[in-house]
Protein backbone atom coordinates (compact mmCIF):
# COMPACT_ATOMS: atom_id res chain seq x y z
CA UNK A 1 0.00 0.00 0.00
CA UNK A 2 1.35 3.26 -1.18
CA UNK A 3 -0.20 6.68 0.29
CA UNK A 4 -0.53 9.09 -2.35
CA UNK A 5 0.31 13.10 -1.70
CA UNK A 6 -3.49 13.41 -1.46
CA UNK A 7 -3.71 11.17 1.93
CA UNK A 8 -0.49 12.56 3.47
CA UNK A 9 -2.12 15.71 2.64
CA UNK A 10 -5.65 14.63 4.42
CA UNK A 11 -3.96 14.13 7.19
CA UNK A 12 -2.02 17.14 7.77
CA UNK A 13 -5.29 19.11 6.68
CA UNK A 14 -7.60 17.44 9.61
CA UNK A 15 -5.01 17.48 11.94
CA UNK A 16 -4.43 21.29 11.30
CA UNK A 17 -7.97 22.27 11.12
CA UNK A 18 -8.61 19.81 15.06
CA UNK A 19 -5.57 21.74 16.30
CA UNK A 20 -7.90 25.20 15.65
CA UNK A 21 -11.17 24.86 14.71
CA UNK A 22 -11.10 26.39 18.29
CA UNK A 23 -10.49 29.66 17.17
CA UNK A 24 -13.71 29.37 14.40
CA UNK A 25 -14.18 28.15 10.82
CA UNK A 26 -10.88 27.32 9.27
CA UNK A 27 -10.36 28.89 6.08
CA UNK A 28 -8.75 27.30 3.14
CA UNK A 29 -6.18 30.28 2.62
CA UNK A 30 -4.87 29.56 6.27
CA UNK A 31 -4.87 26.27 5.48
CA UNK A 32 -2.60 26.13 1.99
CA UNK A 33 -0.39 28.62 3.91
CA UNK A 34 0.50 26.58 7.18
CA UNK A 35 0.66 23.46 5.53
CA UNK A 36 2.58 24.76 2.34
CA UNK A 37 -0.26 23.19 -0.44
CA UNK A 38 -1.38 25.12 -3.20
CA UNK A 39 -5.17 26.08 -2.66
CA UNK A 40 -6.40 24.52 -5.90
CA UNK A 41 -4.99 21.01 -4.65
CA UNK A 42 -6.04 21.70 -1.03
CA UNK A 43 -9.88 22.48 -2.20
CA UNK A 44 -9.88 19.08 -4.29
CA UNK A 45 -9.08 16.96 -1.00
CA UNK A 46 -11.41 19.20 0.95
CA UNK A 47 -14.18 18.20 -1.58
CA UNK A 48 -13.44 14.34 -0.82
CA UNK A 49 -13.21 14.95 2.79
CA UNK A 50 -16.42 17.30 3.13
CA UNK A 51 -17.86 14.27 0.25
CA UNK A 52 -16.64 11.40 3.14
CA UNK A 53 -18.66 13.47 5.93
CA UNK A 54 -15.40 14.04 7.61
CA UNK A 55 -15.30 17.59 7.83
CA UNK A 56 -18.37 20.00 7.40
CA UNK A 57 -18.23 23.40 4.87
CA UNK A 58 -19.54 26.52 5.81
CA UNK A 59 -19.76 29.84 3.66
CA UNK A 60 -19.95 32.99 3.66
CA UNK A 61 -17.33 35.83 5.21
CA UNK A 62 -16.51 33.84 8.16
CA UNK A 63 -16.80 30.76 6.22
CA UNK A 64 -14.03 27.63 6.35
CA UNK A 65 -14.26 24.68 7.37
CA UNK A 66 -14.40 22.43 10.88
CA UNK A 67 -14.83 18.79 11.82
CA UNK A 68 -17.77 16.93 11.44
CA UNK A 69 -17.73 15.35 14.53
CA UNK A 70 -14.52 15.24 17.39
CA UNK A 71 -11.69 13.84 16.81
CA UNK A 72 -11.38 10.98 18.52
CA UNK A 73 -14.65 9.80 16.28
CA UNK A 74 -12.72 10.03 13.21
CA UNK A 75 -10.24 7.70 12.61
CA UNK A 76 -6.60 7.74 10.73
CA UNK A 77 -8.79 4.91 8.04
CA UNK A 78 -11.61 7.14 7.64
CA UNK A 79 -9.51 10.21 6.42
CA UNK A 80 -7.46 7.64 3.88
CA UNK A 81 -10.22 5.68 2.76
CA UNK A 82 -11.90 9.61 1.90
CA UNK A 83 -8.46 10.31 -0.50
CA UNK A 84 -7.44 6.95 -1.18
CA UNK A 85 -10.44 4.71 -1.32
CA UNK A 86 -10.16 0.83 -0.35
CA UNK A 87 -6.88 0.17 1.98
CA UNK A 88 -5.85 -2.78 1.19
CA UNK A 89 -2.12 -4.06 1.21
CA UNK A 90 -1.63 -6.53 -1.66
CA UNK A 91 -5.05 -7.12 -4.13
CA UNK A 92 -4.44 -10.95 -4.53
CA UNK A 93 -6.49 -11.37 -1.08
CA UNK A 94 -9.64 -9.64 -1.96
CA UNK A 95 -10.77 -13.03 -3.40
CA UNK A 96 -10.05 -12.24 -7.18
CA UNK A 97 -6.59 -14.35 -7.76
CA UNK A 98 -6.54 -17.10 -9.18
CA UNK A 99 -3.77 -18.75 -7.83
CA UNK A 100 -5.10 -17.99 -4.05
CA UNK A 101 -5.90 -22.12 -3.41
CA UNK A 102 -2.67 -22.80 -3.92
CA UNK A 103 -0.21 -19.99 -2.90
CA UNK A 104 1.71 -20.72 0.51
CA UNK A 105 2.02 -16.77 1.15
CA UNK A 106 -1.77 -16.07 1.09
CA UNK A 107 -2.03 -15.95 5.01
CA UNK A 108 0.95 -14.02 5.07
CA UNK A 109 -0.50 -10.60 3.23
CA UNK A 110 -4.00 -11.42 4.64
CA UNK A 111 -2.13 -11.03 8.34
CA UNK A 112 -0.30 -8.16 7.35
CA UNK A 113 -3.58 -6.42 5.41
CA UNK A 114 -5.71 -7.31 8.71
CA UNK A 115 -2.98 -5.78 11.12
CA UNK A 116 -2.39 -2.40 8.96
CA UNK A 117 -6.55 -1.66 8.88
CA UNK A 118 -6.70 -2.73 12.86
CA UNK A 119 -4.14 0.26 13.38
CA UNK A 120 -5.85 2.80 10.80
CA UNK A 121 -9.28 1.79 12.54
CA UNK A 122 -7.82 1.89 16.17
CA UNK A 123 -6.06 5.15 15.29
CA UNK A 124 -7.80 8.23 15.63
CA UNK A 125 -7.37 12.00 14.74
CA UNK A 126 -6.93 12.85 18.32
CA UNK A 127 -4.27 10.27 19.02
CA UNK A 128 -2.59 11.72 16.02
CA UNK A 129 -2.63 15.63 17.45
CA UNK A 130 -1.91 14.81 20.86
CA UNK A 131 1.14 12.68 19.71
CA UNK A 132 -0.54 9.33 21.26
CA UNK A 133 -0.05 6.86 18.35
CA UNK A 134 1.03 3.28 19.70
Not at 82 to 95: F, S
Not at 105 to 129: M, R
Request: proline share 1%.
Amino acid sequence: MKISTKGTYAMRIMADIAVNESKGNVAVNELATRQNISQKYLEQIMQMLVKAKLVTSHRGIAGGYTLSRPAQNISVGDILTATEGKLQTVTCIDGKCEKAASCMTINVWGKLDKIVNEFLTNTTLKDVITNNVK
